[in-house]
C-alpha cells in the first residue's frame, strides 16, 4: 500500500530531508567513541539516583506513577527556578515548562513559530539535532558564520539590513548556542550578546537561546542571553542531559507565559511525574554546586588531554581553537573530506561527527570534524586522536603524491 | 510585548480551541475523585518497580542514564513484540515505535496525516484528549455515533456514502477505541470491527486504534482491529498508562514500517532510556498474565460495587450501561445539565467529568457525564455515588417544580 497520499504537504516535504540521526556515525564495537556528545560514566550519580528512588517511593508511594498527586515532582519546577535565579534569570511559575530533554523544547518552540512560510537564522555550524527540527518546518533557513567567538553578530546585522532593503523575508526566530556552542566550543562575548539582543528589538525578531552547556564552564560564567534581555526577546532552553544524564530527558524551556502556554498547548507527551520525582528527590540529596565543580573539573581535566594529544600527533594542517567549557574540540583538516574519512576511521577505531552535519549547506563542513573529550577515558583519548592523527597524515601526504 | 504575530495561522487557530485539560474538574482536597482515570494505587507495583530499578542500576551502572547502551531498555521492545504476538499481532520490529504514553502516539500520527485540509472521524462521544489532539491540526472533524455495543458502523457507512455522492471531503483518518470505549465502556462487537476495517478499504483511510483498556476484560478478551487488519489500514496504539501507571509515560505506536518511519521522524523527545530500562526490567520480575488477572478481577468487583450504589441510589431517570471492561461507566441523566451541577457536586465533594468534553459538539453531551471505578475504595465510591445521587434527585424534583 502507498501511504504518500496519506501525508500532508509540509510532512511529504520534510520527510525529503536526511532521516533524524543520519549524522550518528555506525560505531563498532570496540571503537573509541570521541562522536559521543554523553556525560562521562563516572560523573553521572548513578549510585545517588538509586538511593533517591528508593527514599521517593517509600515516601510517595505510587503518586509518581501517577498522573498528578506527587508532590516531589512539582518540587522539580522550584528547583529549576531558584537555580535560574541564582543565574540571574528570575522566572514566574507561569514561565517555565517542563520538558522531555532540551531537545523536546526546540521542537516545540519550532512548532508554535515556525511553518513552510517562515523563516528562521542558525549559526554555521549549529547542533545537528537543532537543524533536523528546523528542516522539519522550513525551507528558508539562513545561517550566520561563528568563528572562535561565536556568532558573528556585525555579520548578521548586515544580513538583516540587506534583507531589509531588498524586501526579503526577515526571520522570525534566531537559534543560538552562545555558551561553549556545539560543535565550535566557542562562547559569546558580551558584547555580541549585547548585539544580538539590540538586533532582536530592530529586527523584530524572538532568540532561542540554547544553554545546554552554559554550567559546563571552565574558567569564567557567561551571562545568558536570557538574563540580559529587557524586551521578553529570549526564549531560553535548559537540560539535564550534559549535567545529569540524557537518558533522563529531563529539559525546560523559560520563556513569556503567554508563549509557555502556547509551547504547552502542543506537548502531548503530557507530564513525566516519576522521572521529575526522581530527579527532583536525587537534587535534594546532591550538593549542586560541589557537582557542577566535580564536572568543570573533570572535564577541564579531558580537554586539557585531548588538546595535548592534539598538539602532539595532528599535522600542521589541522587547526582549532581552545574551548572555554562545554564538551567538544571542532578541527578544521585542510584539504581532508572528513565525510569520506570516517568509514577509515572507524576501521582504525575512532569515531567522529562529520562537519557536513553541523550546516545546511552541507559541503562548508567538508573538511571540519567534531571530537568530544567528554565521554571517554583520558588514555583512550589520547589513543584515539592518535589513531585520526595517524590517518589524517597519510591521507595528507597522499595528496602530496608522496 | 504581543507575541501573536509570530504564530503561524495554524497555531492562532489550535490557540483559538479550549486549553489543554480544561476538562479536568477543579477538585477541592477531600473530594471523592470519581472524575480520575488513574489505576488503584494499591495495583500499581510500586515495590517491584524500586526493586527492579535496584537491579538494573547494579546490573547495567550509567548506561540507562546515557542516549543510547542499556541492553534493558532495548529488551522493552522485544517484550512488547512477544505481547502482541501473544495477542495475535505479530509485529516486526520496523513496525513498532515506543512513545511517551499513548497519548504522544495519538499526536505523532496526528501529525504526520493531519493538516488544516485534512478531514478525521471520531466516535461520538470519545476520549477528550484525543479530541484535543486533532482540534489541533483541524477543524473538519466528522463524529460517528456509539451506542451501547460502540461505533454504529452502519451509520458510519451511511455518511461516507453520502458525503461521496455529495462530493464532501472523505476522512483521511477515522479515530476509535473499540475495546471498553472511553468514555462509554462500550465493546465493538466482531462483525462491527470488520465492517469497519471493510469500510476502510472501501472508502480508503486509515484506522487509528487506541487500545488502553484492551487488556482489561471482565469477560473474554475482543479481538484488536490490528489482528483483524489484513491490508494495512489500522495504526494501533497501546499503554502501559491503564495496566502499569501514568506517571511512568510508556506507550507504544504499531504500523506499517513506512508510516512507523514516518512518525519517529517528529518524535523530538528522543527515547527515553531510563523509564524503558526500568519497566522492561519490572517486567521480567512481574508474571504478566498473572498481573493483568489480578487487575481484571479488582476492576471488575469495583464494577459491581458501582453498580450496585447506582442501581440503589440513582433515580430512575438516570440510565447507563454496563461495561465488560475497562475504567468508566457511562451515565445519562435526563433533563439534567452535567456541566453546571458539576460545581454543586464538587462542594457536595464528589467529582466527575461532565459529557460535553467527550463531543466535538459540546451540547450532545450535555446531559451526560463519565464515573470512573478505578482509583477509589469501594467505601469511598458508594459514598460518592450517593451524593452524586442525592445532588442529581434534588435537581429532578427542582425541576418538576416539587
Redesign the interface.
Known amino acids: ?1 502507498n ?1 504518500d497520499v ?6 511529504k516535504s ?2 525529503e530531508n536526511d ?2 540521526g543520519a549524522w550518528i556515525p555506525d560505531v563498532p564495537q570496540g571503537c573509541i567513541r570521541l562522536s ?1 556528545g ?2 562521562a ?2 560523573l ?1 550519580p ?2 545517588q ?2 538511593a533517591s ?2 527514599a521517593l ?2 515516601e510517595e ?7 498528578i498527586g ?1 508532590h516531589r ?1 512539582v518540587m522539580l519546577r522550584d528547583w529549576i527556578r531558584r537555580r535560574l535565579m541564582a543565574r540571574n534569570m528570575p522566572v514566574a511559575e507561569t514561565e517555565l515548562l517542563v ?3 532540551g ?2 523544547a ?2 516545540l518552540i519550532a ?5 513552510a ?2 523563516t528562521v537564522a542558525v549559526e554555521a555550524p549549529t547542533y545537528m539535532e537543532a537543524l533536523e ?1 528546523f528542516q ?1 518546518y522550513t525551507r528558508n533557513i539562513i545561517t550566520i558564520p561563528v568563528d572562535e567567538r561565536g556568532m558573528c553578530t556585525v555579520q548578521l546585522e548586515q544580513m538583516l539590513q540587506q534583507r531589509a532593503e531588498n524586501g526579503l523575508p526577515l526571520p ?2 534566531v537559534y543560538t548556542i552562545p555558551s561553549f556552542q556545539n560543535p565550535t566550543g566557542s562562547n559569546l562575548p558580551l558584547e555580541r550578546r549585547r548585539h544580538l539582543l539590540e538586533l532582536a528589538e530592530t529586527f523584530d525578531f ?1 532568540i532561542l537561546e540554547d544553554d545546554a552547556y552554559g554550567e559546563l564552564s571552565f574558567a569564567s560564567d557567561p551571562a545568558t542571553l536570557k538574563s540580559l534581555d529587557g ?2 526577546r529570549v526564549l531560553y532552553v535548559g537540560s539535564m542531559s550534559k549535567v ?6 529531563i529539559g525546560w524551556t523559560v520563556a ?1 507565559a ?2 509557555i ?2 509551547i ?3 506537548k ?8 521529575e ?1 526522581s530527579i527532583s528527590t536525587l537534587l535534594t540529596r546532591l550538593d549542586w554546586n560541589q557537582h557542577l565543580t566535580s564536572l568543570r573539573n573533570a572535564y577541564r581535566r579531558r580537554r586539557d588531554v585531548m588538546l595535548q594529544a592534539l598538539d602532539q600527533h595532528m599535522p600542521e594542517t589541522v587547526t582549532w581553537h581552545v574551548p572555554d567549557g562545554g564538551y567538544f574540540i571542532w578541527l578544521q583538516l585542510v584539504g581532508v573530506d572528513t565525510g569520506a574519512l570516517l568509514n577509515e576511521a572507524l576501521q582504525a577505531g575512532v569515531s567522529y561527527v562529520p562537519g557536513q552535519y553541523f550546516f545546511v549547506k552541507k559541503e562548508q563542513g567538508r573538511t571540519f570534524l567534531r571530537l568530544s573529550f567528554s565521554s571517554v577515558g583520558e588514555q583512550d583519548m589520547v589513543e584515539g586522536v592518535r589513531r585520526l592523527a595517524d590517518l589524517v597524515r597519510t591521507r595528507t601526504l597522499e595528496k602530496k603524491g608522496v
Do not use: C
Not at 6 to 11: D, R
Not at 111 to 115: G, T
Open positions: 500500500m501511504y496519506f501525508y500532508p504537504p509540509s510532512i520534510a520527510l532521516p533524524p559521543a554523553y556525560p560514566a563516572e553521572v548513578t549510585l539516583l538509586g528512588i528508593e517511593l517509600a508511594k505510587d503518586l509518581p506513577l501517577q498522573y506527587s515532582a520538558t522531555a530533554g531537545i523536546q526546540i521542537d512548532r508554535v513559530l515556525l511553518d512560510t517562515a527540527i522539519n522570525r526566530l524572538l524586551h521578553g545529569l544524564g540524557p537518558g533522563l530527558r513569556p503567554e508563549l502556554q502556547a504547552n498547548w502542543f502531548k507527551d503530557l507530564d513525566h511525574a516519576f522521572v520525582a
